[in-house]
T-cell receptor, first 115, second 110 residues
Framework: EPEVTQTPSHQVTQMGQEVILRCVPI?????FYWYRQILGQKVEFLVS????????KSEIFDDQFSVERPDGSNFTLKIRSTKLEDSAMYFC?????????????FGSGTQLSVL | DAKTTQPTSMDCAEGRAANLPCNHS???????VYWYRQIHSQGPQYIIH???NNETNEMASLIITEDRKSSTLILPHATLRDTAVYYC???????????FGSGTRLSIRP
């Protein structure tokens, strides 16, 4: 089965530093997402992206966050100045809206630790 | 999206059928019922979805009541690898996002 690929699997950074989390969605998918999960808590929606622009974003997705599809294959999440509370597992997902079964495919996540 | 209610936790013996209930009494006519699961800290995994009719695939069966106010996910022969948090979500198929609730933590005992 096709996969969503996320790199790196673990990222450690100092508070205040910028981080970029990378994702390669499934090749023919059109809708892309970022979610996060703080340890022991729910999976939280951050942002959805379609047709090269943000479709919807949550309250969590403030000015410190940005997303980009720099080329035809990658989808990135940038956190400009990390805070301790940004420590979480970040999941990328993609979806093919042209298919009859419009399920989300999730990557295995990037564990971000902010020190 | 309609609100769903699930038990916080359940357990099931290995090899037996696991039946996970979900209430969605305010579901609208065009909202689907989706089930996902999250094994440990992995990314959520799609299981099955349906609108009105019962559905079955290689992973599970989905039974939706005639009034569509509730549904049951059935794992026919649960294994230890089915230990996970299971999420029931009611949403339009064209929705731009999935909102995960707290789900049901299913434990499979040997």
């Amino acid at each position: 089965e096709p996969e969503v690929t996320q790199t790196p699997s673990h990222q450690v950074t100092q508070m205040g530093q910028e981080v970029i989390l990378r994702c390669v969605p499934i090749s023919n998918h059109l809708y892309f997402y970022w979610y996060r999960q703080i340890l022991g808590q729910k999976v939280e929606f951050l942002v959805s992206f379609y047709n090269n622009e943000i479709s919807e974003k949550s309250e969590i997705f403030d000015d410190q966050f940005s997303v980009e599809r720099p080329d035809g294959s990658n989808f990135t999440l940038k956190i400009r100045s990390t805070k301790l509370e940004d420590s979480a597992m970040y999941f990328c997902a993609s979806r093919d809206l042209l298919a009859t079964n419009e399920k989300l495919f999730f990557g295995s996540g990037t564990q971000l630790s902010v020190l | 999206d309609a609100k769903t209610t699930q038990p916080t936790s359940m357990d099931c013996a290995e090899g037996r059928a696991a039946n996970l209930p979900c209430n969605h009494s305010t579901i609208s006519g065009n909202e689907y019922v989706y089930w996902y699961r999250q094994i440990h800290s992995q990314g959520p995994q799609y299981i099955i979805h349906g609108l009105k009719n019962n559905e079955t695939n290689e992973m599970a069966s989905l039974i939706i009541t005639e009034d569509r106010k509730s549904s049951t996910l059935i794992l026919p022969h649960a294994t230890l690898r089915d230990t996970a948090v299971y999420y029931c979500i009611a949403m339009y198929s064209s929705a731009s996002k999935i909102i995960f609730g707290s789900g049901t933590r299913l434990s499979i005992r040997p």
